[in-house]
């Protein structure tokens, strides 16, 4: 029971994270954009977010860090423009266009760093405190497991992932944004705008993944450095793919994969296996993803639009 204790609070802070920029992915590629650049996207939030709370919390203290973590998904959003340009406008290839926003996210940050505080790392003072839920917390096991020494993102983030779903799944603006992923060419013959339609999704994706960046470096790492992520924008689109582009599987398979990467971060301190190499445990939530993948998604089928430009004349 020990164990259990230990390790699920500290499974749900990574996976809130992972979770959130999933769902970012979710709407990209249910609008018909590929975006494998959540990676940049998420690094880009955890920039914005580290660098506006390293310069507000001494001034203003903790809503600081406030302001800081809407940052980072209002500059997730505002970087995530130019996939959007190159992808929705240019009609470039996706994957490419993916790649180019990772390289030159990492690339950037670290220059701007430099730049502003004389290195690649930009460490705040304080992120965001764990609290207990009111009376949630008294529940016998449960309340331990999921309400005590809790983060308030988590729950900020389960939020979003509901109105999210409520979005994507009940209101006209999800049926428009999905119909654009799966026949723009229907799509467009009623009237709806493909092209507005998948800057929404891209767009929403840079937020969200912005936002996962930022409670990232709030909530687990503490500082902005360029190892801080160890792909976790990568685990956040193979737990799309795993949960087959479907909010609630999501939310399953960002949960395994969080859970993964928890395990192997616990690992070291059980003295079982912490005399192992190291490099068994960094690889752990790697392993398992491709594992998971191999096993159960051979007949995935994503949005049947997504990754091919669309093209107005071809309709």
């Known amino acids: 029971m020990d164990v ?90 996706q994957v490419v266009s993916g790649t180019a926003i990772n390289i030159l996210a990492a690339a950037i940050t670290v220059y701007i760093a430099r730049i502003l505080t004389g290195s690649a790392n930009v460490q705040i003072v304080r992120g965001i405190g764990k609290t207990n839920v009111p009376f949630l917390s008294k529940i016998p096991f449960i309340g331990d497991l999921f309400f005590k020494n809790a983060y308030t993102t988590t729950y900020i983030v389960i939020a979003i992932v509901f109105i999210s779903w409520f979005f994507l799944y009940r209101r006209p603006g999800g049926l428009r944004l999905r119909a654009c992923g799966e026949n723009p060419q229907a799509a467009d013959s009623m009237g709806i705008s493909v092209l507005k339609m998948r800057y929404i999704g891209v767009v929403m994706s840079g937020i969200y993944a912005g936002l996962g960046g930022a409670l990232i470096i709030v909530t687990i790492s503490g500082e902005f450095s360029p190892g801080t992520f160890n792909g976790t924008g990568f685990l956040a689109l193979a737990a799309l793919i795993f949960g087959k582009w479907q909010p609630w599987k999501v939310v399953g398979a960002a949960s395994f994969f969080g859970l993964a990467k928890t395990v192997s971060s616990i690992s070291r301190i059980y003295p079982a296996i912490s005399d192992m190499p190291n490099i068994i445990f960094n690889a752990f939530p790697y392993v398992a993803t491709i594992i998971a993948l191999i096993l159960f998604s051979k007949n995935t089928v994503g949005p049947r639009a997504a990754g091919e430009p669309y093209d107005v004349s071809k309709r």
Do not use: D, K
């Open 4 to 93: 259990i204790y230990s390790i699920v609070p500290l499974a749900i802070g990574n996976i809130a994270p992972l979770l959130i920029i999933a769902m970012g992915g979710l709407f990209s590629e249910r609008s018909g954009v590929v975006n494998i650049g959540l990676e940049g996207l998420l690094g880009i939030g955890a920039f914005a977010c580290a660098l506006v709370t390293y310069y507000l919390f001494p001034i203003i203290g903790v809503p600081g860090v406030w302001v800081g973590i809407l940052a980072g998904a209002l500059a997730g959003g505002v970087f995530s423009l130019l996939h959007a340009f190159a992808c929705v406008n240019m009609q470039s290839n």
